[in-house]
């Protein structure tokens, strides 16, 4: 029989689809339920953003302070939901020989990063929407439709941007260290390059080591929306930010090809 | 009676002969940087068969399964599944696999489970028809991180049908089951025979691949050491025992036609020999005192610790 050949028809569009939109929303409903990740992801840039943002309604030379806290915790928040939900949960999968058995069946290796990636950039966008909420409700500060859709535009860039990193972080750290090592590089990370207290106040030292972080650009081309940048250039900080995704994709793929090989 | 015997152990036999695998190693070896997990191994499995891959800890039954999965390549040798390599995706819609898995995603219900799995194939089995197989009625609706562990095996056996394969390969089933558990997991391992797929299945258990296996393959440090249907396991392990209260010396037993051990323990005289029924009629007539008589198979936890020791 000539059509014993062709065991199963070849797989559409549609079914591609079908699977890459039901890793997301599990991937999603998954961190949402998770609450060790959803609160603490959501609590703490909120909680932050209240307590030294808020908190302070002055204005410094045409600065008003909620509304520059805006653009910081956005970053940070959006940063940790990429870090967290990719490296700290991608690292736990693959140790716990989960991702092993997903890639023992036909799913595709894309949709299961494309599901990670969005659903860090889903969490980044109800993170930036609370604390917009919070600043026009709370803070004072005044947003144009069009500085509330820059910032969402702005929030899927980071998000993807340090979902590079996550995966990154996922494929070097041993699960039960990621946590952890996670916190120990996004913390300091977010505090050198302005997130919580802008840069013009920290010692000079601390000042010129910023733009060597990936954060700081993020954040520039964030406080941009609202004219608040430093005096470097837009397309020096999106070449920085590219570079940096560029390196972090690199460098795994590199490491997933090795393992691959002496697999 | 032989006739028995042999209806038994047809039904694999006539297929491998009919047949040409669907799953081979041959001759692999794989080694990781200081351990040779399998040396030179080959195995070939046939159309509707269960074979059993018995093993003790350390054997390379899990690096077996991997390979046939691809999940891992082999430093030497090829192993082919439907005729292709194993990493084709059109390979793997055709086969199922339950890993040894720590820890599944908690947070999603089962029904999540099954529906998000089911979605990766293109002729997926419906989902009322898994939870029939996999028994799981009453608990769709649960998280996994809230199941028994009995459970939580049942759902990844549930995962492992989703795409109604025609190979499956079972990791440790019933791993950390109690016994209860284990036996409703074989029942439904049957199941998946009688539906004529072709099953691998790793096990420590004796029990178990004796059970539900038609050929077992016993493997150690990476090599096979025996191979063949579990009533032939048992017997190349040396002969069946012989007990009885019996008058007549160790030294008279022992120069019996096939005798390789006489034990006397507490009055009772156990006598391991090839050819049972032989040594049982010249027993009786030579002792007409002899009493209570008892022939048995050595247990396969016997044999495979016979065959395993060296």
Redesign the interface.
């Known amino acids: 029989m000539s059509t014993a050949a062709i065991?199963?028809?070849t797989?559409g569009l549609a079914?591609t689809l079908?699977?890459y939109g039901?890793?997301t929303r599990?991937e999603f409903?998954?961190l949402l339920?998770?609450r060790s990740f959803s609160l603490s992801v959501i609590g703490f840039p909120v909680m932050f953003y209240l307590l030294f943002g808020i908190a302070n309604r002055n204005s410094y030379g045409g600065v008003n302070v909620a509304k520059y806290a805006l653009g910081g915790y956005a970053c940070f928040g959006m940063i940790g939901a990429a870090l967290f939900g990719i490296g700290v949960g991608l690292a736990?999968?693959r140790?716990?020989?989960?991702l092993?058995?997903k890639?023992?069946?036909?799913?595709?290796v894309a949709a299961y990063l494309f599901a990670k990636c969005a659903s860090a950039v889903a969490f980044g966008l109800i993170i930036v929407a609370t604390l917009m909420v919070l600043a026009v409700a709370l803070g004072g500060v005044s947003l144009t439709p069009t500085e509330i859709l820059k910032m969402f535009g702005m929030t899927v860039v980071g998000g993807v941007s340090f979902a590079s990193m996550g995966l990154l972080l996922a494929q070097l750290v041993p699960a039960n260290a990621a946590p952890g090592i996670v916190n120990l590089i996004y913390l300091p990370m977010s505090f050198l390059s302005g997130l919580w207290v802008p840069i013009r106040f920290m010692p000079h030292s601390l000042q010129h080591f910023a733009p060597a972080l990936p954060t700081y650009h993020l954040s520039q081309l964030v406080l941009a929306i609202f004219g608040y940048q430093d005096a470097m250039a837009a397309s020096a900080h999106w070449t920085a930010l590219a570079g940096f995704t560029m390196l972090m994709l690199g460098i795994s793929w590199l490491i997933f090809h090795r393992r691959e090989?002496n697999? | 009676m032989p006739a028995i015997a042999i209806q038994e152990e047809t039904p694999a036999m006539l297929k491998q002969a009919a047949t040409s695998p669907i799953a081979t190693l041959d001759n692999v070896t794989k080694r990781y940087d200081t351990t040779t997990a399998l040396d030179g191994l080959s195995l070939a499995l046939h159309p509707g068969e269960v074979v059993a891959l018995l093993g003790p800890n350390g054997a390379g039954k899990s690096t077996a399964v991997r390979l046939m999965l691809g999940l891992a390549s082999p430093t030497i040798g090829n192993v082919r599944i439907f005729g292709s390599d194993p990493r084709s995706a059109v390979t793997r819609t055709r086969v199922g696999a339950m890993l040894q898995v720590a820890r599944v995603i908690e947070a999603l219900k089962v029904r999540e489970h099954i529906d998000l799995f089911r979605s990766y194939y293109p002729h997926p089995l419906p989902f009322a028809e898994i939870v029939r197989i996999a028994q799981l009625q009453g608990i769709e609706d649960r998280m996994f991180g809230k199941l028994s562990g009995g459970q939580k095996q049942r759902v990844l056996f549930a995962l492992a049908l989703c795409g109604d394969p025609d190979l499956i390969f079972l990791d440790e089933p019933t791993v950390g089951l109690d016994i209860e558990a284990r036996r409703g997991l074989w029942q439904q391992i049957r199941t998946l025979a009688a539906r004529g797929k072709t099953v691998l299945l790793t096990t420590h258990y004796l029990e178990e691949a004796d059970t539900l296996a038609h050929r077992i393959v016993v493997i150690n440090k990476g090599r096979i050491v025996s191979e063949g249907t579990p009533a032939e396991i048992k017997r190349m392990s040396g002969g069946r025992q012989i007990r009885c209260h019996t008058s007549l010396t160790q030294d008279f037993l022992l120069t019996l036609p096939s005798v390789t051990s006489v034990i006397e323990n507490a009055g009772i005289t156990t006598i391991t020999t090839q050819h049972a029924e032989q040594v049982v009629r010249e027993m009786l007539l030579t002792d007409p005192t002899l009493s209570g008589l008892e022939v048995a198979s050595p247990a396969l936890e016997d044999a495979f610790l016979a065959l395993t020791k060296s």
Not at chain 1, 95 to 98: K, N
């Open positions: 065991p199963y028809p797989t079914h079908r699977i039901k890793e599990y409903m998954k339920r998770t736990a999968e140790a716990a020989g989960w092993e058995l890639r023992a069946s036909p799913m595709p090989q697999a």
